[in-house]
């Protein structure tokens, strides 16, 4: 093995990878680029090998390891590093300040010399019986004191003890796609309350599983991909709804008449559009988030605003601040002035605060946003649901995102995450975002990951990880490189998996990680047996001869639903209309007519399967279509999975996809309106009204006539 292959296995990135064509080499040049991504240069052979060394002795020059995942229930070994022969103790310092000494192991490693010095290696027990939380190591060696991070995960996490046994299942929805009467051309939190309500007390469902929420740019034009944040730790305002605002109430009426205006002038000029347009939304919205704003606060509203600051402390600060600098000089920090491009400089701190009541604003809406979220959540489960909101977590932010601005160091430069080529896309995704540093986030304690699920799970019931293999490795594609030239880099799942559930458990929160697509086996049994659900999709459940899975097969511990956002609706589905529209963007690779056949013969396969079974039953639903939707639903319920899906799609009979993957502008991605199977808009109130609704509610029940 060469040094190069060898400095690139010792930072956990794949030297090289299978794909459908078979095993392939990764390039040097894609190495020595993902490296340097890692900030080590391998660009000669000389460099290369002065920089494994490096590596290798690098354990050896750290006290104690930057941080310890832990599982409980378990015993582990610390391993410490101190001049040779010098004695050494550590101990655990827990989160409530009690101390707990760990007791000295056999270690028969050899000592070291490092940097022209003697180094020894002692090893210390980790007791299985210690406490689930963030704790502390310390490490004294003669006069001087080492900590680190220790995190003591659950075993395993399961179904929250509240859902009880059997089968649950709640819709999948896109929130923006869904408004109502009172909306402001775009489904909004009061909406997802409301929908959370109809959902369980009509349709007896116990979650409602909405898009990600995550915060977008501030300012227009608005991105419309919901998986394409710019903080996953902070919420979209463009989801809030003025007028459920507490001082909306107090406003004079002039400002009442003006937010009215606001939103009168929007609808006249959406109400005939066939996408949603965000960027008209936003304007109108902040317009009246601003004269609400302005009204002021009491004093009791104060208190509570002032408390919502200090738990988000500078994070907060740091995105408000970021906020108020896209509005004056554009949404990608890397085009700013040098000064104002590392958030700690003094030159950050003065625009702040001469722009002190813009970074308030964006401030209070991130609070706004939250109480509203805390009331969706709070309505779901008053409402009889044993889960309430579940929100969906994207893979990932952009290298311009707030998130970059504000840790940038934790953030690897040079290089993007994105997919390899697979049976489905031959050229491999680009997905344009930046990854985490497997070693900066270790040193970090895992914190701003950490961070990111407390914020969801504040106001949720569950989380769905979107590409959870992402905490297991990601595919780095380097910059200028076509994303076939990239490579996995891998992360420490034992600690990213551990953290997820420990925040669950404390959450008391339902996880589910979506685990489609190209994964390595053992990743779903790994999950199993965290007790962390998986994602069942009908469509690609498959036995080893290609035929349809048999509903016993499936996994208990897993999410199970038909078809899923990246997939048509099953009523598009099952008449071939996203075929259609991939055939009309030029995107098939081969005749309609040959893509029509071949999904009309597994159809067919479907067809007799569900008619076998005595599942389809014709003049169930309004037409073929509906029938079919229905049976593939009550095969749905057969299954063993734990937990079902329904896509709100299916329940109006909506045919068009929310997302074309491989296009940009050529569809309408993250912009469709919730339509009903004549294309009608649905609207919240339509939806109360809905038969088709309440026959796919009766199937996923199992209380059908």
């Known amino acids: 093995m060469s040094d190069l292959?060898?400095?690139?296995?010792?930072?956990?990135?794949?030297?090289?990878?299978?794909?459908?064509?078979?095993?392939?080499?990764?390039?040097?040049?894609t190495l020595i680029a993902v490296l340097a991504a890692l900030g080590v240069d391998a660009s000669t052979p000389e460099r290369a090998r002065a920089a494994l060394e490096a590596r290798r002795d690098e354990a050896w020059r750290r006290p104690l390891p930057p941080c310890v995942v832990h599982r409980t229930g378990h015993e582990g070994d610390v391993v410490v590093h101190v001049p040779a022969g010098t004695p050494a103790a550590v101990q655990v310092v827990l989160e409530n300040g009690?101390?707990?000494?760990?007791?000295?192991?056999?270690?028969?490693?050899?000592?070291?010399?490092?940097?022209?010095?003697?180094?020894?290696?002692?090893?210390?027990?980790?007791?299985?019986h210690l406490p689930l939380?963030?704790?502390?190591?310390?490490?004294?060696?003669?006069?001087?004191?080492?900590?680190?991070?220790?995190?003591?995960?659950?075993?395993?996490l399961g179904i929250p003890e509240r859902v009880g046994g059997g089968q649950i299942w709640g819709y999948a929805v896109q929130l923006y796609s869904v408004s109502?009467?009172?909306?402001?051309?775009?489904?909004?939190?009061?909406?997802?309350?409301?929908?959370?309500v109809w959902s369980a007390a009509q349709q007896g469902a116990d979650y409602l599983l909405t898009n990600p929420l995550h915060a977008a740019e501030p300012s227009v034009p608005i991105g419309s991909s919901p998986y394409s944040p710019t903080s996953r730790r902070f919420i979209n305002p463009i989801y809030v709804r003025p007028e459920a605002i507490d001082e909306y109430a107090l406003l004079d009426e002039h400002t009442r008449a003006g937010v009215a205006r606001l939103r009168g002038d929007l609808l006249a000029m959406v109400a005939d559009g066939d996408a949603i347009d965000r960027d008209a939304v936003w304007t109108a919205k902040i317009a009246a988030l601003q004269a609400i704003h302005d009204h002021g606060l009491t004093d009791l509203r104060q208190v509570s605003y002032d408390g919502f600051r200090a738990r988000h402390g500078r994070h907060l600060v740091d995105y408000a601040a970021w906020c108020a600098l896209t509005e004056e000089h554009g949404h990608d920090?890397?085009?700013?002035?040098?000064?104002?491009?590392?958030?700690?400089?003094?030159?950050?701190?003065?625009?702040?605060?001469?722009?002190?009541?813009?970074?308030?604003?964006?401030?209070?809406?991130?609070?706004?946003?939250?109480?509203?979220?805390?009331?969706?959540?709070?309505?779901?489960?008053d409402a009889g649901m044993r889960i309430g909101i579940m929100n969906d977590i994207a893979v990932g932010v952009g290298p311009a995102s707030s998130e970059?601005?504000?840790?940038?160091?934790?953030?690897?430069?040079?290089?993007?995450?994105?997919?390899?080529?697979d049976a489905y896309n031959r050229l491999g995704q680009d997905w344009s975002q930046a990854p985490w540093r497997p070693d900066r986030m270790a040193e970090l304690g895992y914190q701003p990951f950490r961070d990111m699920l407390r914020s969801m799970l504040a106001h949720s019931g569950g989380i769905r990880v979107d590409h959870i293999i992402g905490l297991f490795r990601l595919w780095w594609i380097p910059e200028g490189h076509r994303p076939t030239e990239g490579t996995y880099v891998r992360y420490d799942h034992d600690a990213l998996v551990g953290i997820l559930m420990l925040e669950a458990h404390r959450a008391g929160a339902l996880v589910v990680g979506e685990d489609l697509g190209t994964v390595e086996g053992w990743v779903r049994d790994y999950l199993a047996e965290r007790g962390v659900l998986g994602t069942s999709v009908l469509w690609f459940e498959r036995g080893w001869d290609g035929a349809p899975q048999a509903a016993d097969r499936f996994r208990e511990m897993s999410m199970a639903s038909v078809t899923t956002h990246d997939l048509a609706p099953t009523a598009g589905y099952l008449e071939h209309a996203h075929l259609a529209v991939r055939d009309r963007l030029g995107l098939l690779g081969r005749p309609l007519a040959a893509e029509r056949a071949d999904q009309e013969a597994d159809l067919e396969r479907w067809r007799s399967i569900l008619t076998r079974r005595g599942m389809l039953r014709p003049g169930t639903g309004s037409d073929q279509t509906e029938d079919e939707i229905l049976a593939l639903h009550r095969h749905l319920r057969s299954t063993s999975a734990r937990v079902l899906n329904a896509a709100l799609t299916d329940a109006v009979g909506d045919r068009r996809m929310q997302n074309q993957p491989g296009t940009l502008d050529e569809y309408p991605n993250w912009r469709v309106p919730l339509t009903d199977y004549d294309g009608n808009r649905v609207t919240l109130e339509s939806l109360v009204r809905s038969e088709r609704a309440a026959r796919l509610g009766a199937v996923m029940n199992g209380t059908e006539p």
Do not use: K
């Open 333 to 381: 920090w890397r085009t700013w002035p040098n000064e104002l491009r590392d958030p700690r400089s003094d030159e950050v701190s003065a625009y702040a605060d001469r722009h002190r009541a813009r970074v308030e604003f964006h401030c209070w809406l991130q609070w706004i946003a939250g109480e509203q979220m805390v009331a969706a959540q709070a309505r779901a489960v």
């Open 133 to 156: 939380g963030y704790h502390t190591l310390q490490l004294v060696n003669g006069e001087h004191r080492h900590e680190s991070r220790l995190i003591v995960c659950p075993r395993y």
């Open 98 to 128: 009690e101390s707990l000494p760990l007791f000295q192991v056999d270690n028969w490693e050899p000592d070291r010399e490092v940097d022209g010095a003697p180094v020894g290696e002692a090893s210390f027990r980790l007791p299985a």
């Open 5 to 29: 292959h060898a400095l690139a296995a010792a930072y956990r990135i794949a030297t090289e990878n299978w794909a459908a064509e078979g095993r392939s080499s990764v390039p040097d040049e």
């Open 404 to 421: 970059a601005w504000a840790r940038h160091d934790t953030f690897a430069t040079g290089v993007s995450v994105g997919a390899p080529p």
């Open 180 to 196: 109502s009467a009172a909306s402001w051309g775009i489904g909004d939190l009061q909406d997802l309350a409301d929908l959370a």
